[in-house]
């Protein structure tokens, strides 16, 4: 198998010493990770900053911006948190010095092993240290950031976490939903159709209630991160975070809403969306590389309180055309999601599952299989196209050998251009969930897309008759670098 990247980093757990966004930037800093930028503007230059920064790969910081243009010192926008595994590993509380599939591998034994904890109510919190309503709420108080060229306005939610309570069973979900300020105390979210947060609204809207919503806008990245992923239909990502970090989330019920909001945040708003109040929202620059959903009416929610701590920080994690930040943790999280998924779906024998940075971690899953009967290959990748982690705006799902290491490009080309045959071996699948972000699809029809499921593995029928590799074996590979390794340098 060819050798991926590897990472030799280590970050470790204690080195995390405080659960909320000021014990995540030092315990960053302690790495040597942190680059704090003075005086950029947050028209568009905040954007480009973290878009260069992340084409630094596994080298970039997190950008911690003060003094932002117009701004007074101290209100921070922090953006390129999850960019690097060492900073991933740090916010899941893992230990890494791993390959990129073992990083994978141990993130999927960690979300199977978790035991959820629930959020601890306490009566006080940082959050709480600036209390606004009524005339006092400014939304514009904030160095939010036009993000790209193109965006339709300032986007104060990227690396936030919009909380609703489910009407009927009264589970709390937390969704990463991107948030745009309209005016100083009215705020667009778009949701795109399926995403539990919007199937609560839309509970909310068919009774002719409002919805409640509370919003923080800067909070531990594992909360973010959480949001940002799906974690299973009826369980709070507040549970979840509370058994990844092995404590519970302290939140203070809000006094509008009574949501729980995390205590130690940096930037929460409550509110509620009314049934058929509706502005235009975006464009916005999408993860999936273009503007494709561009400028619809969609609900907005009035601001009702709003709560800041002294000298707030923005978390920040503009999508910008694959490969971006704002992507990167989703590729390792959602790959141990689906893997997660298929051996609780009973497909044995998974090797290892990429979702690759192309494809913004969703258009483009390979899924590694030691193949042990017929048929395996297409029921990985059904279940791989279909599990809860990949069901929304997938389009290819590659289903190689064992020896093909997912995450490796190269590999899985070969694999895909010699051990498939288009005739036999794509399957294609219609009327699939998509939605406004799916570039393919022409507006006003957007709502489904097809599916394209390939199995790249050897043909199951005759396996052990597929041509041998045409490479020296590990034997040969071994004697041969013993004998003249120092000669070539390595
Ligand atoms: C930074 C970031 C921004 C996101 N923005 C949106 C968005 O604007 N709308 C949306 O529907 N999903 C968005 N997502 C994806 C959702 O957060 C993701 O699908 C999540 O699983 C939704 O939560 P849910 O499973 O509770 O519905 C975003 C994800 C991230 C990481």
Known sequence: MAVAETFTGKAKTSELKSRDLRGWIAAVDRLGELK?????DWDVELGAITELAHHQGEQSKALLFDNIKGYPAGYRVLSNTLSTTRRIALTLCM????????????IKRRITEVQYVKPLVVKDGPVMENVFEGQDIDMWKFPTPKWHELDGGRYIGTGSV???????????NLGTYRVMIHDRDTLGFYISPGKQGRIMREKYFAKGQPCKVAVSFGQDPL?????????PHGVSEYEWVGGLQGRPVEVIEGEYTGLPIPASAEIVIEGEAMPGEVRNEGPFGEWTGYYASSMRPEPIMKVKRLYHRHDPILLGAPPTRPPCEFNYMRCFVRSAMIWQELEAAGV????????????????????????????????????A???????????YTIVVDDDIDPTNTNDVLWALTTRSNPEADIEIVRRSWSGPLDPIIPKGQKGHNSRAIIDACRPYEWMSEFPPVAESSPEVRRAVQEKWGKILGE
């Open 95 to 106: 230990d890494t010095s791993f390959s990129r599939p073992e990083f994978i591998k141990a």
């Open 162 to 172: 919009d909380i609703t309570r489910d009407p009927d069973d009264g589970w709390v």
């Open 36 to 40: 704090t930028l003075q005086g950029a």
């Open 385 to 395: 196209t279909y599990c809860h982690a990949a069901a929304y705006l997938g389009r």
């Open 223 to 231: 909360l973010y991160l959480a949001g940002g992923m799906e974690v």
């Open 348 to 383: 044995p024998d998974v090797r290892g599952v990429w979702c690759h940075e192309a494809g913004g971690s969703r258009l483009l899953t390979i899924v590694s299989i030691k193949q042990r009967y017929p048929g395996h290959a297409r029921q990985a990748g059904m279940v």
